[in-house]
Structures are given as C-alpha cells and as structure tokens.
T-cell receptor, first 119, second 108 residues
Framework: QVTLRESGPALVKPTQTLTLTCSFS??????????VSWIRQRPGKGLEWLAL?????????STSLKTRLTISKDTSKNQVVLTMTNMDPVDTATYYC???FGVGDFDYWGQGTLVIVSS | EIVLTQSPGTLSLSPGERATLSCRAS???????LAWYQQKPGQAPRLLIY???SRATGIPDRFSGSGSGTDFTLTISRLEPEDFAVYYC?????????FGPGTKVDIK
C-alpha cells in the first residue's frame, strides 16, 4: 500500500526558509523510473508543480521558482525534503508531495500540509 | 512552457447527465503525458486518466479520456452525486509539468 505524508511548519514568517518533508511507504525511491514531486495549491486556486526528484537523484524545478527551491532525498529513510527560501505571503498554500512511476502523471498523493506565511 | 487551457470554467449539470470537459494545450504534447485528476474540497487530487485515455486503478468506466496533439477531452458518461468536483488536466514535457486551471462540475 502506497502512502505519502507531508510534514513541516504550519506557519512561517516572511523571508524565512521553509523546509517540508515527505515521508512515504509502499515503494522505494531507488526503484528505476520512480519519482517524487512537490506540488502546491494556493487557497481557492489551481495546482502548481514545484520540483521533482528521481530514482537516480536527478532533480528538476519549476522555471519560475528554481532559484528558491532545493529538493533532496534520503532513500534509507524513505523521505524527500523540499526547501523554499525567502518565503512570502503569496507562498501561502497547501503543499502536496506525489509519486510518479514512469514520468507523466502523479498516481499517489499525500493529504497535503497547509503552510501560512505571515508575520 | 506548455500552457493548458480548460473549458468551460464551470459546468452545471444534473445527476445522470453527460459531462464533457475540454483541455487544450498551447503546443502539441505526447498523449503519453496527458492526465486528468478529480479534486473534492479538502482532499488531494485523485488520478483518473493517464496517457490521455487509460483509466487509473479503481476508476469507474463512466470516466473516459480521449484526444491527441493539442486537444483532449474528459467525458463522464452519467454523472453520479460523487462526481461533482473540480477536474484538472496535466501534462509533462521537457522536464516540467503544468496543470490546467480546472473545470468545476457542479449540481444544476
């Protein structure tokens, strides 16, 4: 059974760095063609893909946010970590991690974690 | 970056009716990399269709996807009460993913 769960602070201040952890089970990120992405959704808005890491430790980022994002993995712990620097109130959103097996679609999602950016 | 446009923005229908949702891409995409998701309030998106026309595991056969190139369609043959939700299309290309803005299917 595949599960993903996001964790991290619910509230961050402007200019701070956000660190989110995706803990997963039911699959291994060392399996070929396995990927984990971060996707966010601002309140009442659509979905925005942020970053992806693959089984071979290749990393891909949203063009508009790449200077602020870092994605990494700890295969032994079954975790993927996303850091986002210089947080702003417009970054207030629910942040999801999601799995892809074979690039193209996200077949399993975490329940999401709401991050509010406010002083 | 490929931009996805979805229409209509809102679709008001009654249970039992047929829903036809459109997703148009700003440039041609591989059908292998077009997916559809359903999202209900307070829930994560759920994968419905991948590869433009393949149903994900456990998805009822009233959901179907079609299309190629720049024009794709999600059809719900007979709306059930649980199908009223927001639907997103999504594409992958050039190491990047984009989502459409969504179509809300609500009860008429």
């Amino acid at each position: 059974q595949v599960t993903l769960r996001e964790s991290g602070p619910a509230l961050v201040k402007p200019t701070q760095t956000l660190t989110l952890t995706c803990s997963f089970s039911g699959f291994s990120l060392s399996t070929r063609q396995m990927y984990v992405s971060w996707i966010r959704q601002r309140p009442g808005k659509g979905l925005e893909w942020l970053a992806l890491i693959d089984w071979d430790d290749d990393k891909y980022y949203s063009t508009s946010l790449k200077t602020r994002l870092t994605i990494s993995k700890d295969t032994s712990k079954n975790q993927v970590v996303l850091t986002m620097t210089n947080m702003d109130p417009v970054d207030t959103a629910t942040y999801y991690c999601a799995r892809s097996f074979g690039v193209g679609d996200f077949d399993y999602w975490g329940q999401g974690t709401l991050v509010i950016v406010s002083s | 970056e490929i931009v996805l446009t979805q229409s209509p923005g809102t679709l008001s229908l009654s249970p039992g009716e047929r829903a036809t949702l459109s997703c148009r891409a700003s440039q041609s995409i591989s059908s292998n990399y077009l997916a559809w998701y359903q999202q209900k309030p307070g829930q994560a998106p759920r994968l419905l269709i991948y590869g433009a026309s393949s149903r994900a595991t456990g998805i009822p056969d009233r959901f179907s996807g079609s299309g190629s190139g720049t024009d794709f369609t999600l059809t719900i043959s007979r709306l059930e009460p649980e199908d009223f939700a927001v639907y997103y299309c999504q594409q992958y290309g050039s190491s990047s993913f984009t989502f459409g803005p969504g179509t809300k299917v609500d009860i008429k």
